[in-house]
Protein backbone atom coordinates (compact mmCIF):
# COMPACT_ATOMS: atom_id res chain seq x y z
CA UNK A 1 0.00 0.00 0.00
CA UNK A 2 3.02 2.10 -0.80
CA UNK A 3 1.48 4.30 -3.50
CA UNK A 4 -2.09 3.76 -2.84
CA UNK A 5 -3.91 5.47 0.83
CA UNK A 6 -1.91 8.93 0.61
CA UNK A 7 -4.18 9.01 -2.92
CA UNK A 8 -7.32 7.56 -1.04
CA UNK A 9 -7.57 11.13 1.09
CA UNK A 10 -10.47 12.22 -1.13
CA UNK A 11 -11.15 10.96 -4.85
CA UNK A 12 -14.38 10.11 -5.87
CA UNK A 13 -17.74 9.76 -6.97
CA UNK A 14 -20.64 11.88 -9.15
CA UNK A 15 -23.85 10.41 -10.43
CA UNK A 16 -25.51 8.43 -7.44
CA UNK A 17 -28.76 8.96 -5.85
CA UNK A 18 -28.94 8.79 -2.25
CA UNK A 19 -31.96 6.03 -2.66
CA UNK A 20 -30.52 3.07 -4.68
CA UNK A 21 -27.57 1.09 -5.79
CA UNK A 22 -24.56 3.14 -6.94
CA UNK A 23 -24.01 2.26 -10.66
CA UNK A 24 -20.20 1.25 -10.72
CA UNK A 25 -19.97 1.89 -14.52
CA UNK A 26 -19.01 5.70 -13.75
CA UNK A 27 -16.45 4.91 -11.73
CA UNK A 28 -13.09 5.79 -12.93
CA UNK A 29 -9.41 4.05 -12.16
CA UNK A 30 -6.82 5.90 -10.58
CA UNK A 31 -4.05 6.81 -13.11
CA UNK A 32 -1.45 4.55 -11.01
CA UNK A 33 -3.13 1.42 -11.89
CA UNK A 34 -1.77 1.16 -14.66
CA UNK A 35 1.79 0.06 -13.57
CA UNK A 36 -0.34 -2.81 -11.15
CA UNK A 37 -2.75 -6.28 -11.77
CA UNK A 38 -5.64 -5.03 -10.26
CA UNK A 39 -8.80 -5.52 -12.27
CA UNK A 40 -11.34 -3.56 -11.09
CA UNK A 41 -15.16 -4.84 -13.37
CA UNK A 42 -18.24 -2.73 -13.05
CA UNK A 43 -21.44 -4.06 -13.90
CA UNK A 44 -24.18 -1.99 -12.63
CA UNK A 45 -25.11 -2.24 -9.29
CA UNK A 46 -21.56 -4.69 -8.69
CA UNK A 47 -17.65 -3.99 -8.60
CA UNK A 48 -15.76 -7.41 -9.36
CA UNK A 49 -12.31 -6.66 -7.83
CA UNK A 50 -9.17 -8.89 -8.72
CA UNK A 51 -5.43 -8.15 -7.32
CA UNK A 52 -2.36 -10.26 -8.03
CA UNK A 53 0.57 -9.00 -5.71
CA UNK A 54 -0.78 -5.14 -6.60
CA UNK A 55 -2.71 -2.36 -5.36
CA UNK A 56 -5.26 0.23 -6.86
CA UNK A 57 -8.51 1.82 -6.74
CA UNK A 58 -11.36 3.00 -8.24
CA UNK A 59 -13.15 6.15 -7.28
CA UNK A 60 -15.92 8.68 -8.41
CA UNK A 61 -16.85 12.51 -7.03
CA UNK A 62 -19.73 12.52 -5.38
CA UNK A 63 -22.36 15.49 -6.50
CA UNK A 64 -23.84 18.11 -4.08
CA UNK A 65 -27.02 16.41 -3.46
CA UNK A 66 -25.14 13.24 -1.86
CA UNK A 67 -23.12 15.52 0.75
CA UNK A 68 -25.80 15.01 3.57
CA UNK A 69 -26.00 11.38 3.21
CA UNK A 70 -25.13 9.91 6.74
CA UNK A 71 -25.62 6.45 6.53
CA UNK A 72 -24.34 3.33 4.15
CA UNK A 73 -24.91 -0.49 3.54
CA UNK A 74 -23.71 -2.58 0.90
CA UNK A 75 -22.89 -6.22 0.63
CA UNK A 76 -19.75 -7.67 -0.63
CA UNK A 77 -17.65 -10.98 -0.81
CA UNK A 78 -13.85 -12.01 -1.20
CA UNK A 79 -13.18 -15.75 -3.03
CA UNK A 80 -9.69 -15.53 -2.45
CA UNK A 81 -8.12 -13.90 0.66
CA UNK A 82 -4.86 -11.61 1.30
CA UNK A 83 -3.22 -13.02 4.58
CA UNK A 84 -4.16 -11.27 8.06
CA UNK A 85 -1.77 -7.86 8.18
CA UNK A 86 -1.46 -4.62 10.53
CA UNK A 87 -3.67 -2.39 9.36
CA UNK A 88 -1.81 0.34 11.45
CA UNK A 89 1.39 -0.48 9.70
CA UNK A 90 2.93 1.16 6.81
CA UNK A 91 4.36 -0.51 3.77
CA UNK A 92 3.07 -3.94 5.41
CA UNK A 93 -1.19 -3.02 5.21
CA UNK A 94 -2.57 -5.06 3.05
CA UNK A 95 -6.16 -5.81 2.99
CA UNK A 96 -8.76 -7.40 1.00
CA UNK A 97 -11.41 -4.38 0.46
CA UNK A 98 -11.41 -0.86 1.66
CA UNK A 99 -14.20 1.92 1.18
CA UNK A 100 -13.53 5.18 1.49
CA UNK A 101 -16.18 7.80 2.70
CA UNK A 102 -14.46 11.44 2.27
CA UNK A 103 -15.45 14.42 3.82
CA UNK A 104 -15.04 18.16 3.79
CA UNK A 105 -16.18 21.31 5.25
CA UNK A 106 -19.30 22.60 3.88
CA UNK A 107 -17.58 25.73 2.23
CA UNK A 108 -14.53 24.04 1.14
CA UNK A 109 -16.69 21.68 -0.58
CA UNK A 110 -18.50 24.50 -2.48
CA UNK A 111 -15.53 26.10 -3.18
CA UNK A 112 -13.47 22.93 -4.64
CA UNK A 113 -17.03 21.25 -6.22
CA UNK A 114 -15.64 21.65 -9.79
CA UNK A 115 -12.18 20.92 -9.09
CA UNK A 116 -10.96 17.61 -11.48
CA UNK A 117 -7.43 18.13 -9.23
CA UNK A 118 -7.36 14.88 -6.93
CA UNK A 119 -3.99 16.34 -5.29
CA UNK A 120 -5.95 19.52 -3.61
CA UNK A 121 -9.06 17.33 -2.20
CA UNK A 122 -6.29 15.06 -1.07
CA UNK A 123 -3.93 17.18 0.61
CA UNK A 124 -6.71 19.30 2.19
CA UNK A 125 -5.61 19.81 5.84
CA UNK A 126 -9.48 20.36 6.87
CA UNK A 127 -10.11 16.82 5.05
CA UNK A 128 -11.21 13.84 6.83
CA UNK A 129 -11.93 10.08 6.02
CA UNK A 130 -13.31 7.13 7.16
CA UNK A 131 -12.18 3.70 5.66
CA UNK A 132 -14.12 0.44 6.13
CA UNK A 133 -12.12 -2.13 5.79
CA UNK A 134 -12.21 -6.29 4.91
CA UNK A 135 -9.04 -7.32 6.13
CA UNK A 136 -6.02 -7.59 8.67
CA UNK A 137 -5.83 -8.89 12.31
CA UNK A 138 -7.83 -6.82 13.99
CA UNK A 139 -11.08 -7.10 16.06
CA UNK A 140 -14.44 -6.25 14.00
CA UNK A 141 -15.38 -2.78 14.95
CA UNK A 142 -11.68 -1.54 15.65
CA UNK A 143 -10.77 2.16 15.03
CA UNK A 144 -7.46 2.51 13.81
CA UNK A 145 -4.97 5.43 13.06
CA UNK A 146 -4.35 5.97 9.19
CA UNK A 147 -0.07 4.88 8.64
CA UNK A 148 -0.56 7.49 6.01
CA UNK A 149 -3.12 10.10 6.79
CA UNK A 150 -2.34 10.96 10.29
CA UNK A 151 -5.01 12.50 11.80
CA UNK A 152 -7.43 12.78 9.01
CA UNK A 153 -7.91 9.85 8.35
CA UNK A 154 -9.43 6.62 10.59
CA UNK A 155 -9.77 2.53 9.85
CA UNK A 156 -12.77 1.04 10.73
CA UNK A 157 -12.70 -2.91 10.55
CA UNK A 158 -15.55 -4.92 9.61
CA UNK A 159 -13.93 -8.13 8.87
CA UNK A 160 -10.80 -9.82 9.31
CA UNK A 161 -8.72 -11.24 6.42
CA UNK A 162 -10.68 -14.22 5.26
CA UNK A 163 -13.47 -14.94 2.40
CA UNK A 164 -16.96 -15.14 3.11
CA UNK A 165 -19.83 -13.05 1.45
CA UNK A 166 -21.65 -10.37 4.11
CA UNK A 167 -24.16 -7.35 4.42
CA UNK A 168 -22.71 -4.02 6.21
CA UNK A 169 -24.83 -1.43 7.01
CA UNK A 170 -22.78 1.47 8.88
CA UNK A 171 -23.52 4.83 10.38
CA UNK A 172 -21.31 7.25 9.24
CA UNK A 173 -22.32 10.48 11.25
CA UNK A 174 -21.45 7.86 14.32
CA UNK A 175 -18.55 6.51 13.34
CA UNK A 176 -17.27 9.90 11.93
CA UNK A 177 -18.17 11.18 15.49
CA UNK A 178 -16.01 8.07 17.38
CA UNK A 179 -13.26 8.55 14.87
CA UNK A 180 -12.88 12.19 14.92
CA UNK A 181 -14.46 13.80 17.92
CA UNK A 182 -16.76 16.49 16.11
CA UNK A 183 -20.27 16.08 13.71
CA UNK A 184 -19.24 15.53 10.00
CA UNK A 185 -19.86 18.40 7.12
CA UNK A 186 -20.13 17.72 3.73
CA UNK A 187 -19.59 13.68 2.11
CA UNK A 188 -17.82 14.98 -1.22
CA UNK A 189 -16.21 11.02 -2.30
CA UNK A 190 -16.24 7.34 -2.51
CA UNK A 191 -13.88 5.47 -3.21
CA UNK A 192 -13.12 1.16 -3.30
CA UNK A 193 -9.73 0.07 -3.17
CA UNK A 194 -7.61 -3.90 -3.45
CA UNK A 195 -4.40 -4.20 -1.95
CA UNK A 196 -2.30 -7.33 -2.19
CA UNK A 197 1.38 -6.11 -3.03
CA UNK A 198 2.59 -6.13 0.24
CA UNK A 199 2.05 -9.59 0.73
CA UNK A 200 1.95 -10.34 -3.21
CA UNK A 201 -1.20 -12.65 -2.52
CA UNK A 202 -4.02 -12.86 -4.68
CA UNK A 203 -7.44 -11.34 -3.79
CA UNK A 204 -10.85 -11.84 -5.53
CA UNK A 205 -14.20 -10.03 -4.65
CA UNK A 206 -16.52 -8.03 -5.03
CA UNK A 207 -18.74 -5.15 -3.76
CA UNK A 208 -22.67 -4.90 -4.62
CA UNK A 209 -25.80 -3.23 -3.71
CA UNK A 210 -24.17 0.05 -2.37
CA UNK A 211 -26.25 2.55 -1.11
CA UNK A 212 -26.40 6.05 0.77
CA UNK A 213 -28.80 7.35 3.03
Known amino acids: MRVLTPILALILSASMATAGPVNFNAWRTHWFAIFSKVKFVPSGDAMAVTADGAVSITYDRLGEQEWGARKASWRWSVDSSVPATDLRRKGGDDRNLALYFAFLP ?31 NHQRGAVLGSPYLGNRGKTIVLRGSGTGRYSESVDLAADYRRAFGSEPDALVALALSADSDDTDAIMRGQVSNFKLQ
Open 106 to 136: NAEAERLKGTNSLRKLLNHPEGRVLAYVWGG
